[in-house]
């Protein structure tokens, strides 16, 4: 129930999420930990279907494939599985889903619903979205889905480990600056491990950090169209194959210190990790590689992309 603030209330777990409007009309929770939105000020709607669906050719596919795979890292509201999955069955009704999500806190998919935020897509999805949210399993004729909870950098082990090889990729954490960690050269290792050899890997970020560190898990990158802005997302393969070369400017970013990619050797730094000591005796300041996850690069500049 909304109060006349937005304010959701007589539910527990919703107390933590504020409605916000998007400039397509559909709306997004903010999170105050991350103080940003879930989805793109510009649409939350458009972004899932635009930066991620489309970017993925998930309708072209599903209309020749029989199966597909998915993962949606960071699955949050549930958006972009909404949307991929309507047009993945409004292609072929019968293809059949392998679907993985990955999400740290279980109540963001179940305050979602409460609030009844995926009521725009077909009945069919939101019912199967909400038993999933539920019991964060799901076997239908055309799904078979895991919402698994945790840390990401955990729960993509997992994949690895059973060798899933997905056909599209969602990656979809906070903003890099604020959420470092699922966008470090080997967090981004380890979701590329589970990328089939003829699959899409999608992001909103165009951030140098993040298009280096793709780089540097061995994916070809690209650029995809801006919504509602001028900057870009990224898109990325194992082959440079259908995908939109970076503009002069892009490249060239990639070349400065704002294209240091964030490290994690042992996964398990955070945000917030303070740098270790400078050698002793020496006077010198701690590199950034031996600070894996400071908030910002030497600009302390946040990217134009970032929500």
């Known amino acids: ?27 997004t929770f903010f999170s105050s930990e991350f103080n940003q939105l879930f989805h793109s000020h510009f649409g939350a709607h458009q972004e899932a279907d635009a930066k991620f669906v489309q970017v993925t050719r998930l309708a072209k596919r599903a209309a020749r494939r029989s199966h597909l795979t998915l993962i949606d890292i960071c699955y949050g509201l549930g958006y972009n599985t909404a949307a991929a999955l309507t047009a993945i069955w409004q292609a072929n009704p019968q293809c059949r889903v392998h679907w993985y999500g990955l999400e740290a806190d279980r109540d963001v998919p179940r305050a979602a619903i409460a609030a009844n935020l995926l009521n725009p897509w077909p009945d069919t999805v939101r019912q199967m979205l909400t038993d999933l949210a539920d019991a964060e399993t799901l076997d239908r004729d055309t799904i078979q889905a895991r919402l698994l909870i945790g840390d990401a950098r955990q729960t993509i082990t997992q994949l690895c480990r059973a060798h899933i090889q997905a056909d599209a990729i969602f990656l979809d954490p906070f903003a890099p600056p604020d959420c470092p960690q699922l966008w470090s050269v080997e967090f981004l290792t380890n979701v590329a491990r589970c990328l089939a050899s003829d699959g899409y ?107």
């Open 1 to 27: 129930m909304l109060d006349p603030t937005g304010q959701l209330h007589r539910q527990p777990h919703l107390d933590r999420f504020r409605l916000e409007t998007t400039a397509d009309g559909s709306q």
């Open 201 to 307: 890997l999608a992001t909103y970020s165009c951030a140098a950090a993040v298009r280096s560190a793709l780089i540097a898990a061995g994916l070809q990158i690209g650029s995809t169209p801006p919504i509602g802005r001028n900057t870009h997302g990224t898109a990325a393969r194992w082959t440079p194959d259908s995908l939109t070369p970076l503009d002069r400017r892009a490249r060239e970013h990639l070349h400065t210190r704002a294209a240091v990619p964030y490290r994690d050797p042992d996964g398990t730094d955070t945000a917030d990790s303070p740098p270790p000591p400078p050698p002793r005796g020496t006077g010198a300041i701690a590199p950034r590689t031996h600070n894996p996850l400071e908030k910002t690069l030497a600009t302390a500049a946040r990217c134009p992309c970032d929500r």
